[in-house]
Each structure stands twice: as structure tokens, then as C-alpha cells.
């Protein structure tokens, strides 16, 4: 592989630049749905407390909250409880630290702080939550003048908006119902367990997650939902390729960090097992390496052939 392309590819996983699988259309709901909610927003508060002189009509975090509801609604910092109570946790976090160091530099910095810390230990992590904490000391007399009555208006009239535009928006795309405990998904053929070598449990999740030590912005239902439709995506294919093909990709199937990809670059055009296959790694374990085995030992280690596919690796339909 190019020095270049390596160079790449290493740069896009330190920035953490990932592939985005999602369709055209559910990126256009997206952005619909960030349109309808922010006008929805603005005009409750509207209706609610006016416009006149000195009210505060909506906040700015609202528009980060908005992005994760509509752009993200199935996601774990999306959810209601996180929302309402990252928000409202944080804006009392922000007019406490306000009300007790007014005007000092690092007011602003402790509310943030405290706020995280408080979302974290009550299980409401929500992003623009931070946003609000932040809001509350540096806006201003015009806020630092509300005192407490800030997380009413306009902090809970913004949220309660936001949320029903959510649950109302979403709830007309079936693929998007929210909250996420609504969402109704296509339902596939389960596999019997005993049909399989193991079978992981949702205690199994629960304490790998626990090992891991840090916030993963899915719930543990999602999760096991998606290695569920994995597992039975596997299943479709469990023998190893027949035969060996100079210029194919292979998986070895593996999951994490034992993921590998290889492409064919030199075997002879014979089947016999005990022929040498040149290969090189191209992404996974051992990316950028290259290698020197037996076909069988190939074949062995190899799970299905793959393609490229718009910069993903996916099983390949053809005869292998």
C-alpha cells in the first residue's frame, strides 16, 4: 500500500473521522427535523412569554439538543431523561456557581464542571447541557437577574418544546420513533441458541461495559439488538471460502481489535492446499503488513470473501 495512503488512513483514526452508512434520506429527515424543532421551539416560547423587553425566549443549547434529537434519535444522550434532567441539572449548577462567585474568571469553567459531574452521577449526560451551566453565568445581567426562575423559563419551556417536536417529528418515520424504547424495527428470523457454539447475555454487556470504564453513547438494549442482527448476518455464511483467488479480499470474521482484512496478491492458479499465497493486510490487525502461508492455512484463517464497497467491507454475493 502507498506510503501516502497509510499516512491517511492512520490520520483519519487518530481524528476519529468515521464512515457514515446512513442514507440520503435519513440525513434529509435530519436536517428537517433540526428545522422543525427549533421553529417549534421559538414559537411555544413565544406564545407562552411574548416578546417583550427583557424576556428570554429561547437559549442556544437548545439548537446542540436539537442535533442530537433529530440527528441522533435513538442515541443514549438523546433520550428524555437526559435531556430534561442534563438540561435543568446544569442550568441550577450555572446559577448556583453565579450566585455564589459572581464574576470571577473561572465561574463559568466550575459550572461546567459541576455540571458534568452531577449529569454523570444521575445518569443524565447530555452534551448541551454544559452549554446551558455556561449560559447562566455569562449572559448577562438580564439573566443572572432570573436567579432560579432560569431553569423554568426559559430552560424547562425550551426543553418541553423540544422534546414533544421530537416525539411528534419522529413518530412519522417508522424507522425513527422516539423515545428509543418506541422504535419499531423490522423483525428478523432468530437463531435457536442452541444452534450456536455461545451465546452472549445482556449480563455479559452489562459487565463488559462496567470493564470499559467509559460513557458509550448507546443503550445496552441497542447494543444487544445490533450484535443480535450481526450474529444472524454471520449466519448466513459460516464455511470458508472453497477456493483462494489472486486479487480477492478475505475476512477472517473476528470482531474489535481481531478484525482483518486481506487481499490476495500472488497464489498460483492450482488448488493444491500446500501452494505458498502471497498476501497483505488492508485494514484491521496487522493493517499494512504483508504475508506468506499455505493456501489451506489461507483458507483456514479466512471467514468470506469481501468487497469495497463506498469505504466499507462487505460480504461479497459472487461464488468464492
Known amino acids: 500500500m502507498p506510503r501516502h495512503s497509510i499516512l491517511l488512513q492512520e490520520c483519519r483514526a487518530l481524528l ?14 435530519s436536517g428537517l427535523g433540526g428545522l422543525v424543532g427549533i421553529i417549534s421551539v421559538y414559537a411555544i416560547s413565544v406564545l407562552v ?3 417583550g423587553p427583557g424576556v428570554i425566549v429561547m437559549t442556544a443549547s437548545m439548537a446542540a439538543s436539537a442535533v442530537l434529537l433529530f440527528g441522533v434519535p435513538h442515541g443514549a444522550l438523546s433520550q428524555p431523561w437526559p435531556v430534561l434532567g442534563g438540561h435543568l441539572i446544569s442550568a441550577f449548577c450555572g446559577v448556583t ?10 465561574t463559568g469553567a466550575l459550572a461546567v464542571g459541576t455540571a458534568i459531574t452531577a449529569m454523570h452521577y444521575l445518569r443524565c449526560i447530555h452534551p448541551p447541557g454544559g452549554a446551558t451551566a455556561l449560559a447562566a453565568v455569562i449572559s448577562g445581567p438580564e439573566v443572572h437577574s432570573l436567579g432560579y426562575f432560569y431553569l423554568l423559563t426559559p430552560i424547562l419551556l425550551n426543553v418541553l418544546a423540544i422534546l414533544t417536536s ?3 417529528f419522529n413518530s412519522l418515520f417508522p424507522w425513527r420513533r422516539y423515545p428509543a424504547h418506541l422504535a419499531r424495527r423490522r423483525k428478523t428470523k ?6 450456536r457454539q455461545f451465546e452472549l447475555t445482556q449480563e455479559d454487556f452489562a459487565a463488559a461495559m462496567e470493564e470499559l470504564d467509559s460513557y458509550v453513547d448507546i443503550t445496552a438494549e441497542s447494543l444487544t439488538e445490533l450484535l443480535e442482527l450481526a450474529k444472524q448476518h454471520a449466519e448466513k455464511n459460516i464455511t470458508h471460502p ?4 489472486a486479487g480477492k479480499f478475505y475476512s477472517n470474521g473476528k470482531l474489535g481489535n481481531l478484525w482483518s482484512i486481506r487481499q490476495v496478491v500472488d497464489a498460483s492458479s492450482g488448488d493444491d492446499r500446500k ?14 503488513e504483508t504475508g506468506i502461508c499455505s493456501r489451506d492455512e489461507f483458507r483456514q484463517w479466512a471467514r468470506f470473501e ?3 464497497v463506498k469505504g466499507r467491507w462487505i460480504k461479497s454475493t459472487g461464488e468464492n
Open 16 to 29: 476519529g473521522l468515521e464512515r457514515n452508512t446512513t442514507s440520503h434520506a435519513e440525513k434529509l429527515v
Open 49 to 51: 412569554c411574548g416578546t
Open 97 to 106: 456557581c453565579q450566585q455564589l462567585w459572581p464574576d470571577q474568571f473561572w
Open 166 to 168: 421530537a416525539v411528534i
Open 190 to 195: 432468530s437463531v435457536k441458541p442452541a444452534e
Open 242 to 245: 472453497e477456493h483462494i483467488i
Open 275 to 288: 501452494d505458498q499465497v502471497i498476501y497483505k493486510v488492508l485494514a484491521g490487525d496487522g493493517a499494512y
Open 306 to 308: 469481501v468487497t469495497p
